[in-house]
């Protein structure tokens, strides 16, 4: 028997190639709205789906690597993730919520309450997508640091301006689970005889010491009901899939095809390895993908979307066009190669996420290779992820 | 023909981390689950109140050293709670607190730009100035803000999130299919702002937002709080609840507004205010003693004395007399992460005073404390309590009340269910939402405007 797979979708503006926002099925003016971000993640609840990711950065959407590309045919403009995750929370009841936050220019303490409210929320269906903002861009929006180059240029200055960013990701991925862990979860006693509302023996400085900053801790927000949240990163390139295999509960990879996917698979789980870490983890391939009825519709689509571009659509990802069947068998022979699940990155939205739900998912179900129901629990629950045990906890406290 | 009267505001606080909250009342809920926030807010949207509000602290407060453990300790992420609130209310507005120390301007500018446009208008933000060491440990910038800098960073932060929020005029996604034009513009967002605290430059990626900014709330009292309050706040948020204080304190920030080119009915003026309600008068006073008694216990009558004597006092019976010694001075304060560490302006005299009192009324150390720390604004029936909130009102002690339940999240129920209907049979409450935005229920015109530097100002001069 097929092993079920785990679904996520990336939701990202009008879908994932740019000239999406001017297909008739696209809602291009209500961005912005709360109601556009609702929408999509009740049908992805629909789809029975894993987790729906939001994308965020903080600078202006922009082509060049450098700046904001001044363009006026594409998509610009954006909400902050975190909170369009929190809007969507309590209009949803069962999928994963993870939005994207950056951490080169966040504070840790401030990313930590925030995912773990998020937890509470939605009860028990946060995570977090850690980034670095590699843009130089990004950095004149702070005015804290030097402003570098093109993060895109390879050169040693550049490359070690990228392992810097990637560890300091990691710093801050790590302060982030020390403050999610940082009270107990038996922490809140409400001893009316002794007065006290906390057990302060079970609230714990965390006090970081890194190369790129330090934070004392407790957090302010008690532990989220997940222990954890879900630790979702992309890994798209080497340094950012060492950091990903060290620091993500979710690692997403972009192969090309089966061969890179188990050598990517094998390389993560060795990551792993030497970091000591144990335990169900998961990998997940990523597709930006344009869905039709039959393959002519999705190819015409398809062709209209370049043309109205102007210029070949080009990602870090694999792109599949075709119908829900081929998707289906091309995700399952993927999964040979170890991949416990996919993030799709719908081309246009919502049609390409309505195709997911009511195509490419029956497909799945079919085959025995999805879910029918969703089971109670949290996001943790429904990815397998056992509630981590807080590293703080002595074990027989009061 | 009478005159028009003065209009209540009401907002709602949901209850911090002080010894206002009464955690032991078996009536008492959680402080941090969704369902807590959703009860106390749909209960303020009910009865038609202006906001939702929300205070924050980054460090759990200490003292002697030690994480203060018998008030409520914990609470969620302002933002995020906010954004959720959004999704389960219509009109409240949701105003948050959220320093300009901890923070970089445009990150917060950002997010509140998000909130204001997730919940289609009804953002706050409640800008504090929180400065101390103690808290910049959390954050990676370390450290903290020189005490006298931080309403000029406060200043320079708003001047730059201004300036973003305004970077969108409002109008400039157009989404035009068949021309393949989303935008009308090309240089949307584009902002450059310099100064001493900030220098930033990009290209802001958030729209313009249905209320332009935020509203914008001031809590502080020094004397550069308040001018901070009159040359750019909306509304105030004051601990000078009662009748003369709260005369002075209005008197004093609405009289600051001239000078910065700015009307009275631009700040609006809202205390926090407990209250506690009863069938009869007697039984509200009875009850109100009670609810002291629950928020000051013997252990937290020594912590509160040893917030003004600074010093360890935890030797003291809390039933026995105050202590015969005066206050440590000094600059180390015992208690770290308080809003209140620098409430006692002369911590001998008031020591003194204090003793005095203690001697001349029979006061153990436990009742001392509940005297003189008592926070009940309003006691009695509905009826007493609604007629007191309006001749407060009418008499310019304020504009309004920011309400603090001492029960979580059931503890404005009863308020809304009595007192709000007689305010409005008295003529000084809305029967219904008559704005959309936060800043229609305040009163507010229209948000004012940065001028893009370019933009021809010109022809509007
Ligand atoms: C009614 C009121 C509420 C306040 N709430 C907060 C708060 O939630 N978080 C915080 O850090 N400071 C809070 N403060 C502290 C002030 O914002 C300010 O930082 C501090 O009082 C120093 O400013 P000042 O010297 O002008 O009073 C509050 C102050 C007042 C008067």
Avoid at chain 1, 318 to 333: I, K
Wanted: charged share 25%; net charge negative; glycine share 8%.
């Amino acid at each position: 028997m097929t092993r079920p797979l785990h679904l996520a979708v990336a939701l990202d503006g009008a879908g994932w190639h740019p000239s999406a926002w001017r297909l008739p099925t696209a809602r291009p003016t209500e961005l912005l709205t709360a109601g556009y971000w609702v929408d999509l993640a009740r049908r992805a609840e629909e789809g029975l789906l894993d987790l729906v990711t939001f994308e965020d950065a903080f600078a202006l959407q922009s082509t060049s690597t450098t700046g904001p590309d001044h363009r006026t045919d594409r998509v610009r403009g954006r909400l902050d993730a975190v909170l369009v995750a929190a809007r969507v929370a309590p209009l949803t009841q069962h999928v994963g919520l993870v939005p994207t936050a950056t951490v080169t220019h966040t504070e840790p303490f401030h990313v930590s309450k925030a995912i773990a409210t998020l937890d509470y929320v939605s009860e028990g269906r946060g995570g977090w997508r850690p980034q670095v903002s590699a843009r130089p861009e990004e950095v004149a929006l702070f005015g804290r640091r030097e402003v570098w180059g093109d993060p895109f240029v390879d050169d040693e200055a550049t490359r070690a301006l990228v392992r810097d960013l990637f560890e300091e990701a990691g710093d801050a991925v790590e302060v982030v689970r020390r403050l999610w862990d940082s009270w107990e979860d038996g922490a809140e006693i409400r001893d009316v005889a002794s007065g006290r509302f906390v057990d302060r023996d079970q609230l714990h400085y965390v006090d970081f010491e890194g190369r790129f900053f330090s934070v004392r801790g407790p957090s302010i927000t008690p532990r989220p009901p997940q222990g954890q949240p879900v630790v979702v990163a992309l890994a798209h390139a080497e340094v950012p899939r060492a950091f990903a295999a060290r620091s993500a509960d979710v690692v997403l990879i972009t192969p090309a095809d089966n061969a890179s996917a188990t050598a990517q698979v094998a390389e993560i789980v060795a990551v792993r390895r030497d970091a000591g870490r144990t335990g169900v983890d998961h990998v997940f391939g990523e597709l930006v993908v344009l869905l039709d009825d039959d393959q002519a519709r999705a190819d015409e689509r398809w062709a209209q979307l370049e043309a109205w571009s102007g210029e070949p659509f080009t990602s870090d990802a694999e792109v599949f066009v075709g119908t829900p069947q081929g998707l289906a068998d091309l995700l399952l022979a993927r999964a040979e190669a170890g991949l416990t699940g996919f993030r799709l990155r719908p081309a246009a939205l919502p049609q390409d996420l309505d195709a997911i739900v009511d195509g490419l998912v029956p497909e799945l179900q079919r085959r025995g290779a999805f879910r029918t129901a969703y089971e109670a629990g949290t996001l943790r629950d429904r990815l397998g992820l056992e509630r981590p045990a807080n590293r703080y906890a002595t074990g027989g406290t009061r | 023909m009478s005159t028009p009267r003065k209009q209540v505001h009401l907002a709602a606080h949901f209850p911090g981390v002080n010894n206002t909250t009464v955690w032991s009342d078996p009536q008492a809920g959680s402080h941090i689950e969704f369902s807590s926030f959703r009860h106390l807010a749909q209960t303020a949207e009910r009865g038609l109140f202006d906001f939702f509000f929300l205070a924050e602290g980054l460090r759990l407060r200490e003292q002697n050293g030690e994480i203060y453990d018998l008030d409520v300790v914990g609470r969620p992420d302002t933002f995020t709670v906010l954004s959720a609130l959004a999704a389960i209310t219509d009109r409240l507005g949701l105003a948050g607190t959220v320093s300009s120390t901890f923070n970089e301007p445009y990150e917060v500018a950002r997010q509140f730009a998000t909130l204001d446009h997730l919940s289609a208008g009804r953002a706050a933000w409640n800008v504090v100035t929180s400065w101390d060491a103690f808290t910049g440990e959390n954050f990676r910038r370390g450290g903290y803000l020189p005490q006298e800098e931080r309403y000029s960073r406060a200043q320079h932060f708003l001047d730059a999130a201004f300036a973003l929020f305004d970077t969108w005029d409002g109008d400039e996604v157009l989404a035009d299919r068949a021309g393949g034009e989303f935008l009308s513009r090309p240089d949307v967002g584009t902002f450059s702002h310099h100064d001493q605290h900030f220098a930033i430059d990009g290209a802001f990626s958030t729209p313009r937002s249905p209320q332009g900014r935020p509203v914008i709330f001031q809590a502080g009292d020094s004397d550069e709080g308040r001018e901070f309050a009159a040359a750019t706040a909306d509304a105030i948020f004051t601990r000078h609840a009662t009748y003369d204080a709260g005369r002075a304190f209005y008197a004093d920030v609405k009289g600051r507004l001239a000078a910065h080119g700015r009307r009275p009915e631009q700040l609006v003026v809202l205390p926090a205010a407990t209250f506690v309600l009863g069938d009869t008068d007697a039984e509200a006073e009875e009850i109100a003693q009670q609810v002291r008694l629950q928020q000051v216990s013997g252990a937290t009558a020594i912590k509160l004395a040893e917030q003004l004597w600074n010093t360890d006092l935890s030797d003291l019976d809390p039933d026995g007399p105050p202590p015969s010694f005066d206050p440590v001075v000094g600059e180390n304060t015992i208690a770290k992460g308080r809003a209140s560490v620098r409430m006692h302006k002369d911590p001998v005299a008031t020591a003194r005073e204090w003793r005095a009192k203690a001697e001349a009324e029979h006061l153990s150390l436990r009742e001392l404390i509940v005297e003189t720390t008592n926070r009940q604004t309003f006691v009695g029936t509905a009826s007493t309590v609604a007629q007191a909130i309006d001749d407060h009102v009418q008499a310019d002690v304020c504009d309004g009340y920011i309400l603090v339940p001492h029960i979580t999240p059931g503890g404005l129920d009863r308020f809304v269910d009595e007192v709000v209907p007689l305010l409005q049979e008295r003529g000084v409450f809305r029967t219904a939402y008559e704005g959309a935005t936060l800043r229609e229920h305040l009163g507010l015109g229209a948000a004012p405007r940065v001028m893009r530097s370019d933009v021809s100002t010109g022809a509007l001069s």
